[in-house]
């Protein structure tokens, strides 16, 4: 990793934007947010901000300006960069151009927060590789950052960037502390950072430390191509960036197993894991998976970094195959810190932990001419990649009618979100924080939605962004694609590398919080917990024995199941009735205790039906097994 001081950094860079082009790129972000941004009513009436006024303003000055009085690049980066973060959604934002792109600016730490009766603390959790400062490590308690107290320096850097709520704006502002993608974020105003803190030696310690650049690592989606992995992208691009940066630079073991292609085929195991042990995994970046001992017994505890795949249907395999590897008796799913990314992804793994249907969570655009232009052309799915038919009408009927949306239709198909059914029947606590977001507040939302299990949170709500995310590169894209390209189309190419994405398409609850909008409300848990010394320090020992109490207390179910001709073998545990299904028409239903029950179906499935078994404990549905077709 090769790393340069920020000083140097910004020293080689020479604006390079011509006025004519400032004025294109706020002239495509006018266009963005009165014709595309879905919560623009939502972030109006919330946040009592007006983004489409500061932009028109913003071009009114661009217009008294000439190439020879014209203000700094970095002032006209910094003033479009408000008018995104004022929205306060980070879904929506500015990306700025070269020499920003790709590149990170970081302090050679990264800095956590618990608690203790008397209130926050924050703490040194990691350094970088190669980094030596006497006195100065893991354990370190931070109480001043530019002589300004700590939570107050938080609350700063939270207001500075976008959080749609105050436990988001918190996180994020602790993030922004050491690490800052500059394709969003602009470099820092200082130099170094004067830390005051109480070194690990218990001594008052002050240290300077100079802000650094590197490259980041690259991202896993292209966003701007014509892709279904672009289409049904719900992705927090600045936490994204931020989890990438924090793998380079805090667990770069992962990064080079990643770059050798993972473990190889003999270092999987098909093993069920011991309590401590790790389960090597074929995704080391979008996974860690364990069996932990917990005083209330040993369960299965998987992390879910990112759904930003390209290949959601893999993903899901893959997350199948660790759960037949961890103990059965319960799992802590463990989505902190997950920006998202896919939506097919955090949709389709739902129904592996349940046996109720899942619903995807439906969308909705706003109705705008330019939308309804954008859906009449993409109404038959010509591309064979976005399908944009379901919303078409209504916003067709909108023009009549002054619907301010269109009617709300899922992204995810809903015979993917049920392909496979149910692949584990222990119980399942989620636990979330306020970085989850986009894609991840999704798979939380249809989690609790659908009565999976009981969601813990360590922060008072998810990052609550409920949206699809679309690129300027891909809109424009959708105006062009299939030819003939549509002339009066307004999007137009963006100067200097610069990109932009908006909030295209919202997403709302379903069931009993139906019609709810995700967005700055996000998901809320039932269980709370608040970090402590030793969670940050010591592996989340006291979260994980929080999560082990609640799963302790939950009941447990069993149901197995193999086919011989019309013969079924079931086994059951804590289930009272099992009902048969073949090809989706129920057949039998028989009554069964503790053990093994033999059902014979009548008349015998035929070779490619699929057969489903349905067991019930006192009349409410506990678990699924499905028997695919040709088994």
Request: charged residues 20%; proline residues 8%; glycine residues 10%.
């Amino acid at each position: 990793m090769k790393t340069m001081d920020l000083s140097d950094f910004l020293g080689g860079t020479n604006g390079a934007l011509t006025l004519e082009q400032r004025r294109t790129l706020t002239e495509q972000a006018l266009v963005l947010f009165e014709d595309n941004y879905v919560h623009l009513p939502l972030k109006t009436a919330m946040h009592a901000v007006n983004p489409v006024q500061r932009l028109r303003l913003l071009l009114t000055r661009l217009g008294r300006q000439t190439e020879g009085t014209m203000d700094p690049e970095w002032r006209f980066h910094a003033a479009l960069s408000s008018i995104f973060h004022s929205v306060r959604d980070l879904h929506t934002n500015y990306l700025l151009p070269t020499p920003f792109a790709g590149k990170v600016a970081f302090l050679p730490f990264r800095v956590e927060e618990y608690h203790d009766p008397n209130g926050p603390r924050y703490i040194v959790t990691h350094v970088v590789r190669d980094f030596d400062a006497p006195g100065f490590g893991p354990g370190v308690v931070i109480h001043h950052w530019n002589g300004v107290p700590m939570e107050r320096a938080v609350d700063l850097a939270g207001d500075r960037f976008a959080g749609s709520n105050p436990a988001a704006r918190h996180s994020r502002g602790l993030q922004s502390l050491t690490i800052r993608p500059l394709v969003m974020h602009l470099p820092p105003d200082e130099d170094w950072v004067e830390v005051g803190c109480t070194g690990t030696d218990g001594n008052p310690r002050e240290l300077r430390l100079p802000w650094q650049v590197t490259d980041n690592l690259p991202p896993y989606v292209n966003a701007d191509g014509m892709s279904a992995a672009a289409v049904a992208q719900g992705l927090d691009l600045v936490g994204d960036e931020i989890s990438r940066a924090t793998k380079l630079l805090f667990v770069p073991d992962v990064v080079e197993l990643e770059q050798a292609g993972g473990p190889t085929h003999h270092e999987l195991t098909t093993e069920p894991a011991d309590a401590g042990q790790n389960i090597p995994t074929t995704l080391p970046g979008f996974f860690r998976a364990r069996a932990v001992q917990t005083p209330s017994g040993v369960f299965g505890h998987i992390r879910i970094f990112t759904f930003n795949t390209n290949d959601p249907d893999g993903f899901v395999v893959e997350f199948v195959r660790l759960l037949g590897l961890i103990p059965q008796d319960g799992l802590v799913l463990d989505v902190r810190d997950n920006g998202g990314g896919h939506i097919f992804a955090s949709e389709f793994l739902l129904q592996t932990l349940t046996p109720r249907r899942i619903v995807p969570e439906p969308t909705q655009f706003i109705s705008t001419p330019l939308n309804l232009r954008l859906c009449r052309r993409h109404a038959a799915n010509p591309t064979r990649q976005i399908d944009l038919g379901p919303w078409y009408s209504s916003l067709e009927q909108a023009v009549e009618t002054g619907a301010s949306f269109s009617a709300t239709f899922p992204i995810t198909p809903e015979e993917g979100a049920n392909s496979i059914g149910q692949q584990y029947q222990g119980p399942v606590v989620l636990i979330i924080n306020a970085r989850c977001y986009s894609a991840t507040d999704i798979l939380s939302a249809g989690f609790q939605d659908h009565g999976v299990g009981p969601v813990l949170g360590v922060d008072d709500n998810t990052g609550a962004g409920g949206a699809n995310v679309w690129t300027h590169g891909l809109l424009k894209a959708l105006f062009e694609v299939p030819g003939p390209a549509d002339t009066a189309s307004p999007y137009r190419e963006l100067p200097g590398g610069a990109n932009m994405r908006v909030s295209i398409r919202r997403t709302v609850r379903v069931g009993a919080l139906a019609g709810t909008p995700v967005e700055d409300l996000g998901v809320v848990p039932g269980i709370r917990h608040r970090m402590t010394r030793d969670n940050v320090l010591h592996d989340n020992t006291d979260l994980l024995t929080k999560a082990g109490e609640v799963l302790a207390a939950l009941p447990t179910f069993r149901l197995t199941a193999t086919r011989d001709g019309a013969t079924l073998r079931i086994g059951t545990k804590g289930l009272d009735r099992v009902d048969v299904f073949v090809a989706g028409r129920p057949r039998t239903s028989v009554d069964v205790s503790d053990g093994d029950t033999s059902v014979t179906v009548t008349p015998a499935p035929e070779p490619g039906d699929t057969v489903r078994i349905e067991g019930y404990a006192a009349g409410v549905l506990a678990a699924a097994r499905t028997i695919a077709r040709g088994a």
